[in-house]
């Protein structure tokens, strides 16, 4: 069992001993209250005949969830820790090994996947998040294409647009001429010269 599940249990405990005691102390409260009433209209003291005072279910809610909770806190780090452990050292294990196959296989394409080193530009476009990469493809196929063809190809508002380009410009991944009220964007000659190798 994994640490947050063992936490969510122990909480899922400790809340359920406190519903419960908190309905028992609500009922022993009614009752003492029905009997208090019972003995003012007959005009004696019912104190001897009702029964637990809720003060008591509250002092033993309170003290079972401690109990209860406190008791997990001190065996948590050992019933968690060891399984979490395990498994964090399988996990890093297995992730080596495939790293290490990885390595060993070198530059082969496998189940379609774009080979970086002969595609430079697929490896940039490939570490683009989604957005940038909507942005910088059209500009890659047709160069010197408008902001607002742009904004037509990628179906992102012209403000999206905008700030995105902005950041690939920065970036330098690509570079625009302003003409009239808009612009045209052209990939930078870094990013030129890797899509012709």
Known sequence: MNRRRADTVAGALV???????GV???QAYQQQQAFEQMGSMMGTSMGAVHGTNPLLYVLGTLLVSAVVGGGYLVVR?????????DRSQTGM???????SIESQAGPVQSEGKIN??????????????????RILE???????????????????????VSQTVSALEKR??????????????????????????
Not at 93 to 99: F, G, K, L, P, Y
Not at 138 to 159: A, Y
Not at 173 to 197: C, F, M, V, W
């Open 24 to 26: 028992l102390t609500w």
């Open 77 to 85: 780090d050992g019933f968690t820790s060891t399984e979490g452990t």
């Open 93 to 99: 294990a297995n992730q080596t090994d495939s790293e």
């Open 172 to 197: 330098g991944l690509l570079y625009r001429e302003r003409q009239g009220r808009t612009y045209r964007i052209y990939p930078s000659d870094d990013l030129q010269q890797k899509q012709a190798n």
């Open 116 to 133: 970086p080193e002969s595609q430079p530009q697929a490896r940039v476009l490939d570490l683009l998040p989604d957005d940038e990469r």
């Open 15 to 21: 809340a359920a001993v406190l519903i419960v005691g």
């Open 138 to 160: 059209p500009v890659l196929s047709s160069p010197g294409i408008t902001q607002i063809e742009l904004r037509d190809r990628s179906n992102f508002s012209k403000s999206k």
